[in-house]
Protein backbone atom coordinates (compact mmCIF):
# COMPACT_ATOMS: atom_id res chain seq x y z
CA UNK A 1 0.00 0.00 0.00
CA UNK A 2 1.08 3.54 -0.38
CA UNK A 3 2.66 5.55 2.50
CA UNK A 4 0.80 8.40 1.51
CA UNK A 5 -0.62 10.85 -0.56
CA UNK A 6 1.13 13.98 -2.36
CA UNK A 7 -0.78 17.38 -3.13
CA UNK A 8 -2.32 18.72 -5.48
CA UNK A 9 -2.64 15.41 -7.55
CA UNK A 10 -1.61 17.85 -10.39
CA UNK A 11 -0.72 21.08 -11.18
CA UNK A 12 0.18 23.61 -14.43
CA UNK A 13 1.61 27.01 -14.02
CA UNK A 14 3.99 29.11 -16.31
CA UNK A 15 7.46 29.29 -16.88
CA UNK A 16 9.16 31.27 -14.14
CA UNK A 17 6.48 30.62 -11.57
CA UNK A 18 7.52 28.43 -8.81
CA UNK A 19 5.67 25.22 -7.91
CA UNK A 20 5.20 23.92 -4.52
CA UNK A 21 4.44 20.25 -4.12
CA UNK A 22 3.08 18.59 -0.36
CA UNK A 23 3.66 14.93 0.61
CA UNK A 24 1.57 13.34 3.70
CA UNK A 25 3.31 9.60 5.48
CA UNK A 26 2.14 8.32 8.24
CA UNK A 27 4.60 6.16 9.97
CA UNK A 28 8.13 7.11 11.93
CA UNK A 29 11.45 7.90 9.40
CA UNK A 30 14.78 7.78 9.29
CA UNK A 31 14.88 10.12 6.07
CA UNK A 32 12.49 11.52 2.83
CA UNK A 33 13.04 11.69 -0.56
CA UNK A 34 11.76 13.29 -3.64
CA UNK A 35 12.30 11.66 -6.96
CA UNK A 36 11.05 13.06 -10.25
CA UNK A 37 9.92 10.63 -13.28
CA UNK A 38 9.67 11.85 -16.89
CA UNK A 39 6.97 10.51 -18.82
CA UNK A 40 7.79 6.70 -19.77
CA UNK A 41 11.23 7.17 -17.86
CA UNK A 42 12.45 5.91 -14.91
CA UNK A 43 13.16 7.87 -11.28
CA UNK A 44 15.50 10.26 -10.49
CA UNK A 45 16.70 10.89 -7.28
CA UNK A 46 16.20 14.91 -6.69
CA UNK A 47 17.11 15.28 -3.21
CA UNK A 48 17.10 13.74 0.56
CA UNK A 49 16.49 15.04 3.87
CA UNK A 50 16.73 13.29 7.32
CA UNK A 51 14.78 13.29 10.03
CA UNK A 52 16.27 15.43 12.36
CA UNK A 53 16.22 18.29 9.38
CA UNK A 54 13.77 20.96 9.26
CA UNK A 55 15.15 22.30 5.54
CA UNK A 56 17.18 21.74 2.97
CA UNK A 57 18.44 23.52 -0.63
CA UNK A 58 19.58 22.43 -3.56
CA UNK A 59 20.15 24.87 -6.54
CA UNK A 60 16.60 25.58 -7.42
CA UNK A 61 14.83 22.69 -5.42
CA UNK A 62 13.77 23.77 -1.58
CA UNK A 63 12.20 20.61 1.08
CA UNK A 64 10.85 20.85 3.94
CA UNK A 65 9.59 18.34 6.74
CA UNK A 66 7.73 18.71 9.85
CA UNK A 67 7.79 15.39 11.37
CA UNK A 68 5.25 16.59 13.93
CA UNK A 69 2.67 16.72 10.74
CA UNK A 70 4.67 13.91 9.35
CA UNK A 71 4.92 16.27 5.96
CA UNK A 72 7.09 17.62 3.40
CA UNK A 73 6.98 20.25 1.08
CA UNK A 74 8.67 20.54 -2.34
CA UNK A 75 9.20 23.78 -4.10
CA UNK A 76 11.08 24.10 -7.43
CA UNK A 77 11.66 28.19 -8.27
CA UNK A 78 11.87 29.55 -11.24
CA UNK A 79 10.06 26.70 -13.18
CA UNK A 80 11.19 25.61 -16.96
CA UNK A 81 9.35 23.59 -19.39
CA UNK A 82 11.96 21.12 -18.87
CA UNK A 83 10.71 20.39 -15.01
CA UNK A 84 7.35 18.95 -16.24
CA UNK A 85 7.40 15.39 -15.10
CA UNK A 86 5.80 13.49 -12.27
CA UNK A 87 7.14 14.05 -8.56
CA UNK A 88 6.80 11.47 -5.62
CA UNK A 89 8.07 11.72 -2.45
CA UNK A 90 9.37 8.34 -0.81
CA UNK A 91 10.21 7.42 3.00
CA UNK A 92 11.81 4.34 4.60
CA UNK A 93 10.19 2.86 7.53
CA UNK A 94 12.00 3.38 10.59
CA UNK A 95 12.65 0.27 12.23
CA UNK A 96 12.27 -3.46 10.91
CA UNK A 97 12.41 -2.31 7.43
CA UNK A 98 14.60 -3.61 5.06
CA UNK A 99 15.00 -0.44 3.48
CA UNK A 100 12.46 -0.23 0.47
CA UNK A 101 10.77 2.62 -0.55
CA UNK A 102 7.09 3.90 0.19
CA UNK A 103 6.15 5.79 -2.32
CA UNK A 104 3.27 8.30 -2.26
CA UNK A 105 0.88 8.84 -5.47
CA UNK A 106 2.88 11.59 -6.89
CA UNK A 107 2.21 15.49 -8.28
CA UNK A 108 2.01 15.65 -12.08
CA UNK A 109 3.87 18.77 -12.14
CA UNK A 110 2.81 20.83 -16.20
CA UNK A 111 5.27 23.96 -16.78
CA UNK A 112 4.18 25.87 -20.25
CA UNK A 113 6.63 27.97 -22.05
CA UNK B 1 30.14 3.30 -14.88
CA UNK B 2 26.54 3.13 -16.47
CA UNK B 3 23.48 2.94 -14.98
CA UNK B 4 21.02 0.68 -13.86
CA UNK B 5 19.30 -1.16 -17.04
CA UNK B 6 16.84 -3.22 -17.44
CA UNK B 7 15.41 -5.62 -20.80
CA UNK B 8 13.29 -5.30 -22.59
CA UNK B 9 11.88 -1.91 -21.95
CA UNK B 10 8.50 -3.35 -23.35
CA UNK B 11 7.33 -6.44 -23.26
CA UNK B 12 3.37 -7.87 -24.15
CA UNK B 13 2.52 -11.27 -23.23
CA UNK B 14 -0.81 -12.92 -23.54
CA UNK B 15 -2.39 -13.91 -20.58
CA UNK B 16 -1.24 -17.09 -19.29
CA UNK B 17 2.22 -16.57 -21.07
CA UNK B 18 5.77 -16.98 -18.38
CA UNK B 19 7.64 -13.73 -18.32
CA UNK B 20 10.93 -12.73 -17.28
CA UNK B 21 12.54 -9.38 -16.53
CA UNK B 22 16.48 -8.39 -15.97
CA UNK B 23 17.83 -6.23 -13.93
CA UNK B 24 21.35 -4.78 -14.20
CA UNK B 25 22.09 -2.75 -11.05
CA UNK B 26 25.22 -0.58 -10.83
CA UNK B 27 28.46 -2.51 -10.43
CA UNK B 28 29.64 -3.12 -6.60
CA UNK B 29 25.95 -2.20 -5.66
CA UNK B 30 24.75 -4.16 -3.05
CA UNK B 31 21.41 -3.58 -2.43
CA UNK B 32 18.87 -4.70 -5.27
CA UNK B 33 14.87 -4.17 -5.24
CA UNK B 34 12.29 -4.66 -7.55
CA UNK B 35 9.08 -2.65 -7.33
CA UNK B 36 5.89 -2.46 -9.49
CA UNK B 37 3.90 0.27 -10.79
CA UNK B 38 1.01 0.95 -11.88
CA UNK B 39 -0.91 3.75 -13.92
CA UNK B 40 -0.66 7.01 -12.81
CA UNK B 41 0.40 5.06 -9.71
CA UNK B 42 3.61 5.39 -7.18
CA UNK B 43 5.69 2.34 -7.47
CA UNK B 44 5.33 -0.41 -4.84
CA UNK B 45 7.66 -2.20 -3.45
CA UNK B 46 7.92 -6.02 -4.31
CA UNK B 47 11.08 -7.53 -3.29
CA UNK B 48 14.78 -6.35 -1.97
CA UNK B 49 18.35 -8.83 -1.83
CA UNK B 50 21.08 -7.90 -0.36
CA UNK B 51 23.81 -9.39 -2.60
CA UNK B 52 22.43 -12.55 -3.27
CA UNK B 53 20.38 -13.37 -0.68
CA UNK B 54 16.56 -12.33 -0.71
CA UNK B 55 15.83 -10.70 2.52
CA UNK B 56 12.08 -9.97 2.13
CA UNK B 57 9.69 -10.48 -0.52
CA UNK B 58 6.71 -9.44 1.30
CA UNK B 59 6.16 -7.02 -1.45
CA UNK B 60 5.21 -9.76 -3.92
CA UNK B 61 1.17 -9.96 -4.72
CA UNK B 62 1.39 -13.94 -5.28
CA UNK B 63 3.42 -16.63 -5.91
CA UNK B 64 3.59 -16.24 -9.06
CA UNK B 65 6.25 -14.00 -9.11
CA UNK B 66 9.61 -15.17 -8.31
CA UNK B 67 12.39 -12.75 -8.06
CA UNK B 68 16.18 -14.27 -7.51
CA UNK B 69 19.77 -12.70 -7.74
CA UNK B 70 21.87 -16.25 -8.26
CA UNK B 71 25.37 -14.28 -7.78
CA UNK B 72 24.58 -11.19 -5.96
CA UNK B 73 24.28 -8.67 -9.55
CA UNK B 74 21.64 -9.56 -12.27
CA UNK B 75 18.17 -10.22 -10.98
CA UNK B 76 15.73 -11.75 -13.15
CA UNK B 77 11.90 -11.27 -11.99
CA UNK B 78 9.49 -14.29 -13.58
CA UNK B 79 6.24 -13.75 -13.51
CA UNK B 80 4.45 -16.89 -14.07
CA UNK B 81 0.87 -17.59 -15.67
CA UNK B 82 0.99 -13.87 -16.38
CA UNK B 83 -2.86 -11.93 -15.68
CA UNK B 84 -4.32 -8.74 -16.72
CA UNK B 85 -3.42 -7.67 -13.50
CA UNK B 86 0.10 -7.62 -13.84
CA UNK B 87 0.17 -5.56 -16.70
CA UNK B 88 2.42 -2.16 -14.77
CA UNK B 89 5.84 -0.72 -15.13
CA UNK B 90 8.43 -2.72 -13.53
CA UNK B 91 11.11 -0.98 -11.75
CA UNK B 92 14.18 -2.00 -10.39
CA UNK B 93 16.62 -0.16 -8.44
CA UNK B 94 20.02 -0.42 -7.00
CA UNK B 95 21.64 1.24 -3.83
CA UNK B 96 25.58 0.98 -2.92
CA UNK B 97 24.86 -0.14 0.65
CA UNK B 98 22.53 -2.06 2.68
CA UNK B 99 19.30 -0.17 4.21
CA UNK B 100 19.81 1.63 7.16
CA UNK B 101 23.57 2.34 6.96
CA UNK B 102 24.92 5.30 7.81
CA UNK B 103 20.63 6.29 7.54
CA UNK B 104 21.09 6.84 3.66
CA UNK B 105 19.01 4.69 0.78
CA UNK B 106 19.47 6.53 -2.14
CA UNK B 107 17.97 4.57 -4.76
CA UNK B 108 19.14 4.59 -8.24
CA UNK B 109 16.59 3.39 -10.68
CA UNK B 110 16.75 1.78 -14.16
CA UNK B 111 14.14 2.48 -17.11
CA UNK B 112 11.26 -0.02 -15.94
CA UNK B 113 9.95 -2.73 -18.03
CA UNK B 114 6.26 -1.95 -19.21
CA UNK B 115 4.47 -4.87 -19.04
CA UNK B 116 1.45 -5.53 -20.71
CA UNK B 117 -0.99 -8.83 -20.23
CA UNK B 118 -3.61 -8.87 -23.11
Known amino acids: SQQGEEDPQALSIQEGENATMNCSYKTSINNLQWYRQNSGRGLVHLIL?????REKHSGRLRVTLDTSKKSSSLLITASRAADTASYFC?????????????FGKGTKLSVKP | GAGVSQSPRYKVAKRGQDVALRCDPISGHVSLFWYQQALGQGPEFLTYFQNEAQLDKSGLPSDRFFAERPEGSVSTLKIQRTQQEDSAVYLC????????????????FGPGTRLTVL
Open chain 1, 90 to 102: ATDGYGGSQGNLI
Open chain 2, 93 to 108: ASSLVPPGLAGINEQF
Open chain 1, 49 to 53: IRSNE
